[in-house]
């Protein structure tokens, strides 16, 4: 199966800095996508971002799917920004299915 | 708020019980994805659902099943309860059979 390496595994930051986490994957993949577990345990989605670049706010991603690789950034960042971040990609199964497998995250703390 | 709801928030259960998780999607979703995540597997998809069928299967026990109803809502039951089944279990929803999936709360399950 698809193999998702994501880095760095943990990033402390002060508030107002900028970061850059990567996500790696092994095979050609038509769906990716980027989320935001918090410290209460929610999954929030940030991006569907099979290829391309998206923003939103202070986020934004880029998928180089040639590459196989993502890159979520964020700026400026808050203490609201602490949490887990994981990608998980997956190819087209069969009849149009998504099969998606998680990376480990990049465990983001943020102080103020 | 996602617009998808589990429930229960919690259960706790002993070895060998059989239990029902139950979870409803987003007005206008017909996919249905459950996920399991513990602290040694991480997050791991188990099987999807798109307008009552399934649609795809990940690494889903035998002792595990799932079904969606007419009305799209979905029920994962889990049997033959073991410790090793103590995990946060998400229910995720989408509009097609890709694309964006939009998670619930979860439901936090401890087998003792």
């Known amino acids: 199966g698809i193999q998702v390496e994501q880095s760095p595994p943990d990033l402390i930051l002060q508030e107002g800095a900028n970061s850059t986490l990567r996500c790696n994957f092994s095979?050609?993949?038509?769906?990716l996508q980027w989320f935001h577990q918090n410290p209460w345990g929610q999954l929030i989605n940030l991006f569907y971002?099979?290829?391309g670049t998206k923003q939103n706010g202070r986020l934004s991603a880029t998928t180089v799917a040639t590459e196989r690789y993502s890159l979520l950034y964020i700026s400026s960042s808050q203490t609201t920004d602490s949490g887990v971040y994981f990608c998980?990609?997956?190819?087209?199964?069969?009849?149009?299915?998504?099969?998606?497998?998680f990376g480990r995250g990049t465990s983001l703390i943020v102080h103020p | 708020d996602s617009g998808v709801t589990q429930t229960p928030k919690h259960l706790i259960t002993a070895t060998g019980q059989r239990v029902t998780l139950r979870c409803s999607p987003r007005?206008?979703?017909?996919?249905v994805y459950w996920y399991q995540q513990s602290l040694d597997q991480g997050l791991q998809f188990l099987i999807q659902?798109?307008?009552?069928?399934?649609?795809a299967k990940g690494n889903i026990l035998e002792r595990f099943s799932a079904q969606q109803f007419p009305d799209l809502h979905s029920e994962l039951n889990l049997s033959s309860l073991e410790l090793g089944d103590s995990a946060l279990y998400f229910c995720?929803?989408?509009?097609?059979?890709?694309?964006?999936?939009?998670f619930g709360p979860g439901t936090r399950l401890t087998v003792l």
């Open positions: 995720a929803s989408s509009v097609a059979t890709a694309g964006t999936q939009y």
């Open positions: 095979d050609s993949v038509n769906n």
């Open positions: 971002i099979p290829s």
């Open positions: 998980a990609v997956g190819g087209e199964g069969s009849g149009g299915s998504y099969i998606p497998t």
């Open positions: 007005s206008g979703d017909l996919s």
């Open positions: 659902y798109y307008n009552g069928e399934e649609r």
